[in-house]
Structures are given as C-alpha cells and as structure tokens.
C-alpha cells in the first residue's frame, strides 16, 4: 500500500515561487519513479515533470527552465520547486508514483498564480 500525501500549494502573485512536496510512504517508494501533474479547471490531466528513482528527470515544454523536480530517496519525497510562476500555471497539482503497472496519486494542492 502506497500513499502520497502534497503540501506547499497556495496563492502567489505572477514572477513569484512556490515549493510542492509530496512524501510517499510504501515499501516501494524509494525504487519508483516519481512524478508531478497538473489540472486546470476544464483542463486535461497534464506531465510536469516526472524523475526516476536514480535521479533522471524530464519536463514540459511549458515548465522547462522554470521548474525543478527532485527528490530524497532516503525520506522518499519528491518536490517540485516552481519559479517565475505564470497565471497559466494555475492548477491543482497532483503527485504521482509509479512502478511497473502500479500508479498511485496524491489528493492534490491548488495552486493559483493571480496576475
């Protein structure tokens, strides 16, 4: 049994930063690859960024330059540190961890970037 517990969403004015969180618990955490989500209202499910479990990772386009995933093995967490934020980055988020055809999802954070 796996769960992903977010935190660090909020409301934060356009150019600023946020920092999500997500910290995994499940014996197979620290050996699965990790990701962050977004959905906007009316939107699609949307990759962010996703990082394996050896520390590789791959972003949209839409976030390249501008966010950061990483995570600590040893705490299983993944964070995502989220600068120069755009109104278009609001959305509420979602962590993911995955392993072979296992997926397991967060509960979600909002994040609103206001203009």
């Known amino acids: 049994q796996v769960t992903l517990v977010e935190s660090g969403g909020g409301l934060v004015q356009a150019g600023g930063s946020l920092r999500l969180s997500c910290a995994a618990s499940?014996?197979?955490?620290?050996?699965?690859?990790m990701a962050w989500y977004r959905q906007a209202v009316g939107k699609q499910r949307d990759l962010v960024a996703t990082?394996?479990?050896?520390?590789?990772?791959v972003y949209a386009d839409s976030v390249k330059g501008r966010f950061t995933i990483s995570r600590d093995n040893a705490r299983n967490t993944v964070s995502l540190q989220m600068n120069s934020l755009k109104p278009e980055d609001t959305a509420v988020y979602y962590c993911?961890?995955?392993?072979?055809?296992?997926?397991?999802w967060g509960q979600g954070t909002q994040v609103t970037v206001s203009s």
């Open positions: 993911k961890l995955f392993y072979g055809s296992l997926n397991f």
């Open positions: 499940g014996s197979i955490a620290s050996v699965s690859n």
């Open positions: 990082i394996t479990s050896g520390g590789y990772s």
